[in-house]
């Protein structure tokens, strides 16, 4: 079993930045791949970035250039650095461990799927 609690949401100005941090309980959590994806309202949840247990990372196209995502296998926290925010960027972000993600990465396999509960990031104009 595996719990992710989602922090460092705010609200930011757009060209803004802000840090999300995931912490991971569990020992799975070094073997997992890991993702953080937003929901905006009236819209799907969509993938932002993943990470694989070798580090190897995915990030959707509209991010880019602006957001950064990484792990700290001592500390069991995937983060999520987002600069230059857009208003476009508003959404609830969300943590996830296995299957949603690896699918997503392509090239992984996980049999267990695992999300946070989000954390609300707005950027205003």
């Known amino acids: 079993q595996v719990q992710l609690v989602e922090s460092g949401g705010g609200l930011v100005q757009a060209g803004g930045s802000l840090r999300l941090s995931c912490l991971a309980s569990?020992?799975?959590?070094?073997?997992?791949?890991m993702g953080w994806y937003r929901q905006a309202p009236g819209k799907q949840r969509e993938l932002v970035a993943g990470?694989?247990?070798?580090?190897?990372?995915k990030l959707a196209d509209s991010v880019k250039g602006r957001f950064t995502i990484s792990r700290d296998v001592a500390k069991n926290t995937v983060s999520l650095q987002m600069n230059s925010l857009k208003p476009d960027d508003t959404a609830v972000y969300f943590c996830n461990a296995g299957r949603t993600t690896a699918q997503a990465m392509g090239g992984i396999i996980a049999t267990t799927d695992y999300w946070g509960q989000g954390t609300q990031v707005t950027v205003s104009s």
């Open positions: 569990g020992s799975a959590f070094s073997r997992n791949v």
């Open positions: 990470i694989s247990f070798s580090g190897r990372t």
